[in-house]
């Protein structure tokens, strides 16, 4: 993707941002053939076990046998094969979706996102190591930097993760909320790709999902008003999407709501300040910024 065609501002710290994740994500693409590399060879050595004791057993003749062989090594080649190309166009989706779409939001839904905002909503997954804070750092400035690092803490540390929500800046609570609309907008798009493949295939959210989306919106809530209001629609459509009885709303005075059906009612209590210890994570590995489920 050229940075021409993301919609983002032109502005030399976003381009430079923009660049830099897309070349950090990119450089994962012969790890990620490794790994992809290694499942193929373990399914294969499964499979041709399977085989092999179907033969034992008189199963089936050496023929036979001979000719699924065949089959399943000319499988694995193909598989081996075709496998960089596929993985470097799901790490360009990625970009796409986790890395410039949130950027895309605070662009189109927040009250005048500076730079360095945009900048490290982009940089956020960037960052997997003390090296990869270093450089960012360095290149970025202790502006982005600081917002990338209190992004990344939020997360690092599930058990103090009401406290840190809570006491963070109003640039890095809305990033998170632009990180949050992300991954509903990730939702939507599988519950699409799963209605085209697998018709029958229902999409769910995780037992208490939508309850820690909840505890950590509250504890942000009030940060940028518009773009609340742009979470709030996208939770609530990823939620019918999903069939979930949940939906969030907002009350007189301004608060969030958790309420259950169409009718707004008090809706379960949550205290943020007491987390349980089998809390779910959020969306993604652990991170904001991951995968969906």
Request: overall charge neutral; proline content about 7%.
């Amino acid at each position: 993707m050229k940075f021409s065609e993301s919609g983002l501002p032109s502005h030399r710290l976003v381009e430079s941002a923009f660049e830099y994740s897309q070349k950090n994500i990119l450089s994962r693409v012969n790890d990620e053939v490794r790994i992809f590399t290694q499942q193929v060879n373990m399914s294969f050595t499964q499979n041709l076990m399977m085989l092999d004791l179907e033969k034992q057993a008189g199963g089936m003749s050496d023929e036979e046998y001979k000719r699924e062989k065949e089959q399943m090594d000319r499988l694995r080649e193909q598989q081996i094969k075709i496998g960089p190309q596929l993985i470097e166009k799901e790490l360009r989706n990625i970009f796409v979706t986790r890395r410039v779409g949130p950027a895309k939001e605070l662009v189109t839904h927040a009250d005048a996102p500076g730079p360095e905002l945009l900048a490290a909503v982009m940089l956020v997954d960037c960052v997997r190591s003390p090296l990869d804070y270093k450089n960012v750092a360095e290149k970025f400035g202790p502006g982005v930097a600081d917002l990338v690092a209190e992004i990344v803490h939020i997360d690092a540390y599930p058990s103090e993760r009401v406290q840190n929500l809570g006491r963070a800046g109003v640039d890095t609570k809305r990033a998170y909320t632009a990180l949050m609309i992300s991954s509903m907008e990730q939702v939507l798009a599988q519950v699409e790709r799963a209605a085209k493949a697998k018709p029958a295939q229902k999409i769910v959210f995780p037992p208490g999902q939508e309850e820690q989306i909840f505890s950590d919106a509250r504890l942000i809530w009030g940060a940028d008003p518009k773009l609340e209001k742009r979470f709030l629609d996208a939770f609530n459509k990823a939620s019918t999407a999903v069939s979930s009885p949940y939906r969030l709303e907002v009350d007189a005075a301004g608060a969030l709501e958790f309420v259950k059906g169409a009718t707004a009612g008090p809706g379960p209590k949550i205290d943020p300040k007491k987390p349980k210890p089998n809390d779910p994570k959020p969306p993604g590995n652990g991170s904001i910024g991951g995968d969906v489920f």
